[in-house]
Nanobody, 127 residues
Framework: QVQLVESGGGLVQAGGSLRVSCAAS????????MGWFRQAPGKEREFVAG????????YYADSVKGRFTISRDNVKNTVFLQMNNLLPEDTAVYYC????????????????????WGQGTQVTVSS
């Protein structure tokens, strides 16, 4: 059974940093492109960042570019999202996702392209 388990969320002041992690129980982790999405109260879930199977390509939403960094460890089956210079508008539940259909350098941007999802971790940024 595939499981994605996020951790590392919490409360931080504006300008601060957090790193969220996602541990995956995928048989061959490197066969999956990974993504982070977020959903704020009253808003739709949105793409935040994605990383290719190889880890060699990344892609970010404009709203987080230059502040967030996605990375992966294909030995530890974990994907990370380092979030710096956090803003109150970054407050949301952050979800990890995995896609089994991407090419070695592909990065899906749409929710419907991902096969598996974690339960989410809350990130709250106070002003």
């Amino acid at each position: 059974q595939v499981q994605l388990v996020e951790s590392g969320g919490g409360l931080v002041q504006a300008g601060g940093s957090l790193r969220v992690s996602c541990a995956a129980s995928l048989r061959t982790f490197s066969e999956y492109a990974m993504g982070w999405f977020r959903q704020a109260p009253g808003k739709e879930r949105e793409f935040v960042a994605g990383i290719s199977r190889s880890g060699g390509r990344t892609y970010y939403a404009d709203s987080v570019k230059g502040r967030f960094t996605i990375s992966r460890d294909n030995v530890k089956n974990t994907v990370f999202l380092q979030m710096n210079n956090l803003l109150p508008e970054d407050t949301a539940v952050y979800y990890c996702s995995a896609d089994s259909h991407s090419s070695w350098l592909g990065i899906p941007l749409k929710q419907e392209e991902y096969d598996y999802w974690g339960q989410g971790t809350q990130v709250t940024v106070s002003s």
